[in-house]
C-alpha cells in the first residue's frame, strides 16, 4: 500500500499554493481506468496501482481538509489525516460494488479529519454526545449563514434559529460558540480579560524540533488509524448507522435510519450502542497490544 511518506507533503501553510499546484499535476481518472486500477490492487497488490489510485484523489482529499480550517488546526495535519482516510479507502475499496471511490473514501477520509479534530480539541471540553458532535461541525457553518462572523456572542434570536435548525438546546449554542469563537480574529488578541495570552501562543510552535514533531504527527497518525481500523470490523448496519448517527456533518434521526433499515427505533439505538462499544473495546485493545 501507498505510504504517506511517499505523497506530496504541506510543509507549512506558506506553501498551501505550491501543493495544491503539486498535487494537481496528478492525472484525474476516468471510470474505467479507476476500476482496472482497483482490480489490480485488490486481486494482484499491485502497489503502483494502489499509488496512483491514492494520487488522483489528492486534490478530493484537500478540498475536504480545506472545509475544516475554521478549527484552528495545521492545515497540514488535517491533509495529512486525510490522506490515512483515503489510503484506508483504497485498501478497502471494491470496484464491483459499482459506486466510484471518490464516494466510497469521502467518508473514510472525513472520519479521520474529524477524528483528529475531535481529539485535538479534547472530547472533555467540547462533549460526547450526538448532538454536541452535531454543534461542534456545523456551528460555523450556521453562524455564517446568519451572517454571524465575530467571536461575539450571538444574539438571542441567532441562538434561537440555530439551536432550532440543529435540534440541541439554547444553552448549548452559547457555550459551543464560546469555546470555539470566531474564525476571523487576530492572533495578537488576549485570550483573557488579564492580557497574558493570546491566541498565537495556541498554534503550532514553528521553533518545534524535528523529532518533537515526528513522535506528534505518529501519535496522531497511530490514534486514527486505530480508530479507522475499529470501524473496519464492524458489519456494514453498524458502520451505517456509527457514520450516520456518529460522524456525519448532518446526523440522522433513529427515526430516519429505523424508516432505512425497516426496525424500530429501539433496535437502531441498541445497534448504535452496541457498535459504539465494539468500537471503544477494540480501540483500547490496539492501544494495549501496542503498549505490550
Known amino acids: 500500500m501507498t505510504e504517506t511518506s511517499s505523497l506530496p507533503v504541506l510543509s507549512s501553510p506558506d506553501a498551501l499554493t505550491a501543493y495544491l499546484a503539486q498535487i494537481r499535476s496528478f492525472p484525474m481518472l476516468s471510470a474505467e481506468e479507476e476500476y482496472m486500477l482497483a482490480k489490480r490492487w485488490r486481486e494482484h497488490g499491485d502497489r503502483?496501482?494502489?499509488?496512483k489510485l491514492v494520487t488522483s484523489h489528492l486534490r478530493f482529499v484537500a478540498k475536504i481538509a480545506m472545509g475544516y480550517r475554521g478549527?484552528?488546526?495545521?492545515?497540514?495535519?488535517l491533509i495529512s489525516e486525510g490522506h490515512i482516510g483515503l489510503m484506508q479507502a483504497v485498501k478497502k475499496y471494491d470496484p464491483d460494488k459499482g459506486f466510484r471511490l471518490a464516494t466510497y473514501a469521502m467518508w473514510w477520509i472525513r472520519a479521520a479529519i474529524q477524528e483528529y479534530i475531535l481529539h485535538s480539541w479534547s472530547l472533555v471540553k467540547i462533549g460526547t454526545t450526538a448532538a454536541q458532535k452535531k454543534l461542534f461541525f456545523n456551528l460555523r457553518r450556521m453562524k455564517s449563514k446568519l451572517g454571524a462572523l465575530d467571536d461575539q456572542d450571538l444574539p438571542p434570536q441567532q441562538v434561537k434559529d440555530i439551536a432550532a435548525d440543529l435540534k440541541v438546546s439554547e444553552r448549548e449554542v452559547v457555550e459551543?460558540?464560546?469555546?470555539?469563537g470566531g474564525p476571523d480574529h487576530s492572533l495578537n488578541a488576549p485570550m483573557r480579560a488579564d492580557g497574558e495570552?493570546?491566541?498565537q501562543d495556541f498554534l503550532t510552535d514553528d521553533?518545534?524540533?524535528?523529532?518533537a514533531k515526528i513522535v506528534e504527527d505518529s501519535e496522531s497518525n497511530r490514534r486514527a488509524l486505530m480508530l479507522t481500523n475499529a470501524i473496519a470490523k464492524l458489519d456494514a448496519r453498524e458502520r451505517r448507522i456509527i457514520q450516520a448517527r456518529a460522524l456525519s456533518d448532518e446526523p440522522m434521526t433513529l427515526d430516519d435510519l429505523s424508516k432505512e433499515?425497516?426496525?424500530s427505533r429501539e433496535r437502531v439505538r441498541q445497534i448504535e450502542t452496541r457498535a459504539l462499544a465494539k468500537v471503544q473495546d477494540d480501540v483500547r485493545a490496539q492501544a494495549t497490544a501496542q503498549v505490550n
Open 71 to 77: 478549527y484552528g488546526l495545521p492545515v497540514g495535519d
Open 197 to 199: 495570552s493570546e491566541w
Open 48 to 51: 503502483e496501482a494502489a499509488h
Open 207 to 211: 521553533s518545534q524540533t524535528i523529532e
Open 261 to 263: 433499515f425497516g426496525v
Open 176 to 180: 459551543m460558540n464560546r469555546r470555539l
